[in-house]
């Protein structure tokens, strides 16, 4: 398959997803099936860009794979365009991103 052919949608997540970060960012696709679990788990689920994104995301980012999969211990790495970005209007008003520094602060990582 040529790379142009994997699109891929990045979401931009609050603070209150925090709880997800083991099985959005710890758990392979390829292992588990996350639209499934976050289903079941009640989360809402939106589109963008023809791919499932959370609904109450902050924002995403629709990009384009330009480089070969590299190997990086427990992920794999990946060079991408970003093809397109959009902000997206909170549920309820205000959101907060989510940050590696607040998943240490609350002992996610």
Same mark, same amino acid.
């Given at each position: ?29 390829? =292992? ?5 679990? +976050?289903?079941?788990? %009640?989360? !809402?689920?939106?589109?963008? @860009? ?30 991408? =365009? ?5 902000? +997206?209007?909170?549920? %309820?008003? !205000?959101?907060?991103?989510? @940050? ?10």
């Amino acid at each position: 398959m040529e790379l142009a052919a994997y699109m891929h949608c990045w979401q931009i997540l609050q603070e209150c997803h925090a709880p997800l970060t083991q099985l959005l960012g710890k758990t392979s696709g390829k =292992d588990t099936d996350k639209l499934a679990q +976050l289903q079941s788990m %009640g989360i !809402r689920i939106s589109e963008a @860009y023809g791919l499932p994104i959370l609904a109450d995301a902050v924002g995403i980012m629709d990009l384009k794979v330009v480089s070969d999969f590299i190997c990086a211990g427990d992920h794999e790495v990946v060079i991408c =365009d970003v093809v397109d970005f959009e902000t +997206l209007s909170p549920v %309820g008003g !205000r959101s907060t991103a989510l @940050y590696t520094g607040y998943l240490r602060e609350i002992g996610l990582i």
